[in-house]
């Protein structure tokens, strides 16, 4: 009786340090959505098409992308909002447009962004000021703010469009440099607004690392400073407004990986694992580098503390700007 009473208090005693390892590898039990709140062809979506057969071929389980463009990412993190809280609804998502911004710009807005955790960081891509020569012979950011003080109201800046993460970025690059008279012109996309800066119909916008390389290269549009505290490795001859002597100005464009508020801590680290080896695999990297981004994976905690930072900040920016959706 000892004996059997001795065997059956050791299981009851190891229960407890097996059922967590049996919780996690349960996970997932059946085929993963992956929602992309942009539409098909952009760099989040090559990088959905990236880590998803790496996740289904790790875990299991089919990983089936989804694209759920629109309202700036709010219709896809509404379904992840309202999914069952155990991972098999996963999102990839603008960080700070999602977790904030999206606040201020829709009213009503469908979801909470309480209702979101936070998975991993993905990629970044810096912002970057980028002029028509012809039109601002200017040879660094340092002479650019010079002509820009001495012209206040004479020079305007385009962007990708208004609350575009360009326009955030030129509005941050007035507040911390001084420029209250700097204008922007809002385009329907980056590609608009660099056709009209090679062409000459703006002097100078403030646009994506990513988008700007093909007109760069032609000479017809010329980048002065990345919007990053350390050069970037897709241009590492472009120089930081930092070493050229100036104030910090930092911004980048991030999207990110989250799922539904209250999944499991195990189960989100175990993706946020996954993820993060796939992400530093050298030939995954090399692919990414190409869409004009660079892969950025953290632990969920370091993501959670950046969204709050990055909201913080763009909140700040746009509520002392005064600027406004149109």
């Keep these: 009786m000892n004996r059997v009473f001795s065997l059956l208090l050791a299981i009851f005693c190891a229960a407890p340090a097996v059922a967590p390892a049996q919780a996690q590898s349960n996970y997932p039990n059946r085929p993963v959505r992956?929602?992309?709140a942009f539409p098909p062809g952009g760099s989040s979506d090559i990088v959905a098409r990236i880590i998803s057969p790496a996740l289904s071929e790790r875990l299991g389980r089919p990983f089936v992308i989804e694209n759920r463009p629109g309202a700036s990412g709010a219709i896809a993190a509404q379904v992840i909002a309202k999914a069952p809280a155990d991972g098999h609804v996963l999102m990839i998502a603008g960080t700070s447009t999602v977790m904030g911004l999206n606040s201020l710009l829709i009213p009503n807005l469908p979801y909470d962004p309480k209702e979101l955790a936070p998975v991993t960081l993905l990629v970044t891509t810096p912002f970057v000021i980028a002029i028509n020569p012809s039109l601002l012979p200017v040879g660094s950011v340092k002479d650019l703010l010079a002509l820009l003080k001495a012209k206040p109201q004479q020079i305007s800046f385009g962007s990708g469009g208004n609350f575009s993460g360009m326009h955030l970025a030129g509005e941050y690059f007035k507040r911390v440099f001084g420029l209250d008279e700097l204008q922007h012109v809002g385009y329907k996309g980056n590609g608009p607004a660099l056709t009209d800066l090679a062409g000459g119909q703006i002097p100078m916008a403030f646009v994506d690392l990513g988008t700007?390389?093909?007109?760069?290269?032609?000479?017809?549009?010329?980048?002065?400073a990345v919007a990053a505290t350390?050069?970037?490795?897709l241009a590492p001859d472009i120089p930081t407004t930092a070493e050229a002597g100036l104030p910090v100005w930092e911004a980048l464009g991030s999207f990110g990986l989250f799922?539904?508020?209250?999944?499991?801590?195990?189960?989100i680290n175990r993706v946020n694992t996954e993820v993060g080896r796939i992400?530093?695999?050298?030939?995954?990297r090399e692919r990414i580098l190409v869409t004009g981004s660079e892969p950025a994976p953290n632990t969920p905690d370091e993501f959670g503390s950046y969204i709050k930072t990055e909201v913080a900040k763009w909140i700040g920016v746009i509520k002392e700007s005064g600027i406004k959706l149109e």
């Design 34 to 36: 992956l929602l992309v």
């Design 259 to 267: 799922t539904t508020a209250g999944t499991p801590p195990d189960t």
């Design 230 to 233: 350390q050069r970037s490795t």
């Design 279 to 284: 992400l530093r695999q050298p030939d995954v």
């Design 212 to 224: 700007v390389g093909s007109f760069a290269k032609t000479g017809r549009i010329k980048i002065l």
